[in-house]
């Protein structure tokens, strides 16, 4: 290669290019691992498995051991042991002398099902009677001293009556409460009223716990109970008492006060839809 200090008569000779180095090598990596089907990411493996065994003891009345749930879930022994040791710990299973068993905390998640059931039973039942009456239809219980609205049915074009005062605090003044207290003895009423005294809710309230106390005695156990305006102005009422056992509870109505000469009516008419559906209720009352 010709450079600076080359004497002239040299040929001259265009200068070398140079040479392109050669990439640097590589090391050779792992293979590539074949395509896996991509599993849902919102889906938890353990918490899969987990619920496999508790429906698998579930289905064991007088317990069963790790290997048979091993067996029966298709897990390995020492997964199925890791995942009941964690449900027995939580509370959803309970060990007794090898076998699993169902836990306290698996109980009170099936009866929360079964209360949900029986919500949703009176639900469509009132939802069923607020459209073939037209009229707004609650449920409610006398439950540990407290006068309770469970639930209630309505429609834009038929509203229920706006709790603008309390409902606990008033059970003397609209219907529901009278019917609730109707169904009580009289130490349970006094002690109610001692809590909650008779005030003044409209012009139309019953005046004192003396008028009330003679009006519940008055009252007949199977006739729906009647308010007009106690509660709220410009609105009347009918409540029909439903006794399951011990509990005291009731259907009720609500019209604007230009349509109550359709109240008695409608109110006829929910007693007997309530009796026909009178054993279904009753067990969704009761328990």
């Known amino acids: 290669m010709a450079t600076v200090g080359t004497a002239p008569t040299e040929r ?25 089907p991509h599993a849902p990411t919102t889906l938890i493996s353990s918490v899969q498995r987990a619920m496999r065994l508790l429906e698998a003891v579930a289905g064991h009345e007088h317990g069963t051991t790790a290997k048979h749930l091993a067996r029966e879930t298709r897990l390995a022994l020492p997964t199925a042991y890791h995942l009941l040791r964690t449900l027995v710990h939580e509370g ?11 836990g306290e905390a698996a109980g009170r ?22 459209d073939s009456i037209g009229v707004p239809v609650y449920y409610a219980l006398y439950r540990e001293g407290e006068i309770e609205v469970m639930c209630v049915s309505d429609t834009p074009g038929n509203p229920a009556v706006e709790e603008w005062a309390d409902f606990r605090e008033t059970g003397h003044a609209h219907a529901i409460g009278q019917c609730l207290l109707s169904q009580l003895d009289e130490d349970a009423r006094r002690d109610h009223l001692d809590r909650y005294p008779v005030q003044a809710i409209t012009p139309y309230t019953v005046s004192d716990n003396g008028t009330l106390l003679r009006r519940l005695d008055r009252m007949r156990r199977m006739e729906p109970v009647i308010e007009r305006q106690e509660y709220a102005l410009g609105t009347v009422c009918a409540a029909i008492p439903i006794t399951v056992g011990t509990t005291a509870a009731t259907m009720a109505i609500s019209l604007p006060h230009d349509q109550a000469d359709q109240l008695i009516p409608a109110a006829r008419t929910l007693q007997d839809e309530v009796g026909r559906l009178f054993g279904t209720l009753a067990v969704s009352i009761s328990i």
Do not use: H, M, N
């Open 12 to 36: 001259y000779a265009p200068p070398a290019q140079p040479r392109a180095s050669a990439p640097p090598r590589q090391r050779p990596g792992p293979p590539d691992a074949p395509a896996q």
């Open 109 to 130: 998640l099936s009866s929360g099902v079964a209360a949900q059931k029986r919500r949703s039973t009176i639900a469509e039942a009132l939802a069923r009677w607020r």
């Open 92 to 102: 959803y299973l309970r060990r007794d002398k090898g076998l699993f068993f169902l």
